[in-house]
């Protein structure tokens, strides 16, 4: 049974930090997606496991860093210069296999997902 657990969700203030965490086997494409109320799950920040490559959508780069502990089986979505659009439901998310994917930032890309961590940020 996949399991993928995440952690170190929070609520901050605007200009905060905040790191994730995501316990998972090893696994080709892993990801990071955000969900707000009334809105549609987004890919937020991506990487390609083999060869470190690494995706963000706009309104994060320069802010967000993905990251991969393969010692520790544990993804990471460090989280800076929080502001209040960034408050969502943040879900880990994996794909096995081994094939290309055009759209790593796609939900429908990734086959398995935790439960989810709140990120909550105040102005």
């Known amino acids: 049974q996949v399991r993928l657990l995440e952690s170190g969700g929070g609520s901050v203030q605007a200009g905060g930090s905040l790191r994730l965490s995501c316990a998972a086997s090893?696994?080709?494409?892993m990801g990071w997606f955000r969900q707000a109320p009334g809105k549609e799950r987004e890919g937020v920040a991506a990487?390609?496991?083999?060869?470190?490559?690494?995706w963000y959508v706009d309104s994060v780069k320069g802010r967000f860093t993905i990251s991969r502990d393969n010692a520790k089986n544990t993804l990471y979505l460090e989280m800076n210069s929080l502001k209040p659009e960034d408050t969502a439901m943040y879900y880990c998310?994996?794909?096995?296999?081994?094939?290309?994917?055009?759209?790593?930032?796609?939900?429908?890309?990734?086959?398995?997902w935790g439960q989810g961590t709140q990120v909550t940020v105040s102005s």
């Open positions: 998310a994996a794909r096995p296999g081994y094939g290309y994917v055009s759209r790593p930032l796609a939900p429908e890309n990734y086959d398995y």
């Open positions: 090893g696994y080709t494409y």
């Open positions: 990487i390609y496991t083999a060869g470190g490559v690494r």
